[in-house]
Every structure is written in C-alpha cells, then in structure tokens.
C-alpha cells in the first residue's frame, strides 16, 4: 500500500521529540537533580502573554469514564481526567520525556531505583503524599483478592516478585520489589533492567491512592471522598453531564498551574461537539476524547484552517475478534474477514483525517533499535485479497461444518465515526464474502465490560502507547494480561515475550517483537487492523500549553488561556 509521505515525516518528527524511554538513560542524571522544563505557562506569566481573568478550560469528553480507581481505570477517557487529578512519581513533559513529580529526584543503578519524594507534596486534604502510600497503591493493584482484579496488574509484573504475587504463588508482599525505607524515600527493584521503567511510573496504574480508600468499594463513584495529589480535585460529577475538576490549592506546584478549572461536557455527538465549538463554548474539539464528524472534516479543515490541527500518533484503530466464540474460534475464517476489506477506501473515503492503513498492530511512532520500529519491521503480515479471502471462508466453514455462518454482529462504542466505518466494513464483507453482518453500538462503559467479558463477536478497538516501545503493544496479548480481551491464548507469544522482557539486546528483543507480532496477526489474525490513527482536532487561539504526546494522550494540567478569548 502506497503510505502517506506527509504523515509519515509527521510521525518521525514526532518520534523525534518523544524517544520517550528509549533515550531516557541519556536524561537520568538530569532528573535525579530534579531539573524541569519551563513550561508555556511561565513563560506567560514572564510578560510574553497576558493571561485571561476567566481561567476556565471547557473541553468535551463525548463519554464518561468508567470509573476514576487507578488500578481500575484502563481507557482514555479515564486517562485524561485522571491525569488532572494524580500524579505519579514522574510526570511526562511537553516532549514525552518523564521529569520529575511527586519524586523530586532518583537514582538508579541497574534494576533498582531509589525515589525521592517531595516533602511538600500534599493530598488534596492536605495530608502528607508518602513513599507508604505508593506501597499501598501497588500492593492494591497487584493483589489477587482485588475484584474486580485491576486490568493492568501485568504492568507492574517488571517489579521483582510482582508477577507471582498478583497470581498467588507468593502470599507476603514484602517479597515484592518495592519497599517505603522511611516517608520521602522509596526503592524499587526490577526483575530484569527495562529502559522504559521511568515513563511507566507516570501512567495511572502506578499513581499513588490515599489510604483511605481501604475497605470502602464506593469511593471512586464519590467525588466527596476522592482525595487526589495531582494539580485538579474532583468538584463536580453530574453522571452522563458533565465533570468539572477545579485547582487543588494543597499541590506542591500549585504556582506553575494557571487554570482555576476544567469543564468536560459528556455529549456523545461529534456534530454538537463541533457546533459549540464553533459557537466558542468549547475551547478544543476533536481527538482523543472527542470527534469532528467526518462528513464536516474537509470543511473545518477550509474554514479552520488556523485552528484545524492533525497529527500522527503512536495508536492502532483495529477490530478483534472474541477467538473463543463462533465462529471466530476459527483463524481461517478470521483471516478471511480481515483479508476482504479495503482499507484506502476507508481512510480516503469514511475517516479523512490522513490515517495510514495498517497491515500490524504496532504503529508508526514507536522507537525501533536505531530508527522507528515500523521502519525497521515491516508490516507485511498480510495482504488484502477478496478471492484468497473467499477461499478460505470456505475452508474455515467446512472445518467447522457450517453450510451456513452462524448469526454475526459487530459492535462498538456509541460514535458517529465508529459507526460510519462499522457501516462500510460490514457493507464490504456483504459484498466480498456474500456475509450479512449486523452492527451495534454500546454506550461506553456497557461496550468495555461486554468486551472484558468476552461477550461479543467481533468488537471496535484502539490501542495507543502507554510508553514508547513495542512492548506496549505486544504484552497485552499475553495469557496473564488483564486488557487481553479476546480469548487469546498462545505458548509461544508468552515465551517470547518472557524473554523479550528479561533481555537487555534491543536487536534481539525486535526479533522477538516481530515473531509475536506474526504470531498474533500473521499466523491467527487475533485481531484485524484497519488503520494507524491520527489525531484530528481543532483548537482556539487563545488556548496554549496543551501537550499532546506521540501516543496521542492529551495533557491539559500546564494550559492556560490567554485574554484573546471571545
């Protein structure tokens, strides 16, 4: 397939500015001294900007977050409100780089790290954050009698121990590698050196958790008890409305946050979204938590040109398949499904927004061994063919007796966009295999746990980066992962991602990448991509210091708006 040339170099420039942990070796000594960017918010209150009287940020989440429980929490709706109110030992800059946080130093030496906390570092009520609480949240995470057990246990399975108590085989924490040696210092020992680890301890999973959620199940669903460390505290939480967070007076870096408060409106509607932008109700539309339609992309793009912004991310638009129910359990049938769509069409003609059409699961963007993984690893696991695809539909059916194919349907989340493609995909399989494939959507929340569940066929997903290395993308899929939901179970992936994780050759840990990736979508098309994203937002002139990294998350903690604002 012939790729965007523009986005391409959009997508190396990217990587460029956030090697995120790959390079962050080369940025330890800097941390450890507890150094920190100026951000556009300093420089504002330097003179180079005058700042508006109303530091309000309104924003569009277009759905709710399931829940606002770090350990529980595992999609980007969650992941950017959580970012306003937590902050983990690092924090990511403007350039993906981690810098220091609630930890205002650490030292490393090989596989343990010693973090420093802030002793100015303050919960929202004004208790002191401590190296105890850290040990708490992790300990909350990985424990086999949290339930639900918490999605992303596996990301901490890098501590030593960490894996073996999550399963049971070790019932004393203090065997896990990490440890509170008093209240502003905790150490943190890894089974194996893992280049990344720094950027993980940014990531929600790892945020630290008051202590007084122990024993009271409702406290992510109260906005009155969540105690939070991060820039914002929780004030307003009208389900289904809207969610307001407003600046936590008790955090340590109090002065570097100009905004008083942050409104996200949950309309799950790309055109009123975009109308009350252009009404200037909203300050930024689009990507990654809300949308512009489609159909209204070209002439935004016309109208907005100032303002319409795209960007290539480290993110995989994709549909897996539940591979433990029909009639899906069959890998020919699954690959003929893949095989029988046209993805230019429907980045040229449904989504618009100068998406690449994907042929693996690992994107652009993703640091490689010496340039970006995707470079360097070609995504060649298959190829589109209407007749191969038509001939192993047959094959698959007569393996499993059908005359006829069971009943499908393919779901996804309530989204206009979602639906347009779920329309042209299932139009696709109708005419290149003769299938009639019935779509439905899901209200956000009701879609993850029906997913969790494994109680669907064939399902809409994403995956972006947590941290910048094709790890990120590969671990899920692993039998222990508690985001692999799709049933998938192989051997030989476990393994090489075992050893892929113990070793310190990044050569022969992309050789390993490679024959995982060929495994999960050569070899067993566990999941069918359909294109790399971009980001496709629009956003007010007013609006500055919002950082949105090469995953695609967005940070809105160092905005702020300045006396342009209408």
Not at 139 to 162: F, G, I
Request: glycine share 6%.
């Amino acid at each position: 397939m012939k790729k965007n040339k523009s986005l391409l170099l959009l997508l190396t420039l990217v990587l460029a500015l956030s090697t995120l942990l790959a390079a962050c070796g080369s940025n330890d000594k800097g941390a450890s001294n507890g150094g920190k960017n100026n951000t556009p918010a300093e420089n504002a209150s330097s003179g180079e900007e005058k700042l508006a009287a109303d530091q309000t940020l309104r924003v569009n989440l277009s759905a709710e977050p399931p829940t606002f429980d770090p350990a529980q929490a595992q999609d980007s709706q969650a992941n950017t409100v959580l970012k306003t109110m937590y902050e983990g030992l690092a924090r990511m800059d403007e350039h993906g780089q981690p810098v220091p946080a609630a930890a205002e130093k650490w030292d490393v030496d090989g596989t343990k790290y010693t973090f420093h906390l802030r002793k100015d570092a303050k919960w929202s009520n004004g208790d002191p954050v401590t190296a105890n609480d850290f040990v708490f949240a992790w300990e909350r995470v990985l424990s086999p009698n949290t339930k639900p057990a918490a999605p992303y246990a596996y990301q901490l399975y890098y501590l030593k121990n960490a894996q073996a108590y999550n399963e049971g085989k070790i019932t004393d924490f203090s065997q896990v590698g990490v440890k509170a040696t008093d209240d502003y210092t905790l150490e943190v020992e890894l089974d194996a050196p893992t280049p990344y680890f720094l950027g993980l301890t940014s990531f929600y999973t790892f945020y630290p958790v008051h202590q007084s959620v122990k024993d009271d199940a409702k406290w992510a669903v109260d906005a009155s008890k969540m105690i939070v460390n991060g820039p914002f505290t929780l004030t307003t939480w009208i389900k289904g409305q809207t969610i307001e967070v407003t600046k936590n007076e008790n955090y340590w870096d109090k002065d570097d946050i100009k905004l008083n408060k942050i409104t996200m409106s949950l309309v799950n509607s790309g055109a009123t979204e975009i109308t009350s932008y252009r009404n200037n109700e909203l300050d930024r539309a689009g990507h990654p938590n809300g949308e512009i339609p489609t159909d209204q992309i070209p002439i935004v793009q016309k109208e907005l040109k100032d303002e319409y912004k795209v960007k290539g991310i480290a993110s995989t638009y994709y549909y897996q398949f539940n591979v433990t129910a029909k009639p899906f359990d069959n890998a020919k049938i699954r690959k003929a499904f893949a095989m029988a769509i046209d993805r230019q069409i429907i980045v040229d003609k449904v989504t618009l927004g100068g998406q690449i059409p994907a042929f693996g699961f690992i994107p652009p963007g993703i640091a490689g061994v010496n340039d970006e993984y995707r470079t360097e690893v070609k995504d060649d696991y298959f190829t589109e063919n209407v007749e191969e695809a038509k001939k192993l539909l047959e094959e698959g059916m007569q393996e499993e007796g059908y005359t006829k194919l069971p009943d499908i349907t393919l779901t996804y989340n309530s989204s206009e966009a979602h639906k347009k493609i779920a329309l042209a995909v299932a139009d696709m399989w109708k005419k290149n295999l003769g299938v009639d494939v019935k779509t439905e959507n899901q209200e956000w929340a009701v879609f993850i746990e029906n997913r969790k569940n494994l109680n669907y066929q064939v399902a809409r997903a994403g995956w972006s980066a947590d941290y910048n290395d094709p790890m990120t993308f590969i671990d899920l899929w692993t039998s222990n992962s508690g985001n692999n939901d799709i049933g998938f179970k192989n051997e030989e992936f476990d393994k090489l991602i075992a050893e892929a994780k113990a070793i310190e050759d990044n050569t022969k840990r992309n050789e390993n990448f490679k024959k995982a990736e060929e495994i999960l979508v050569k070899d067993n098309m566990a999941i069918m991509p359909i294109y790399y994203y971009t980001n496709v937002a629009v956003e007010k002139p007013w609006l500055k210091g919002v950082s949105l990294d090469f995953s695609g998350a967005i940070d809105y903690t160092r905005a702020y708006i300045t006396d342009a604002r209408k």
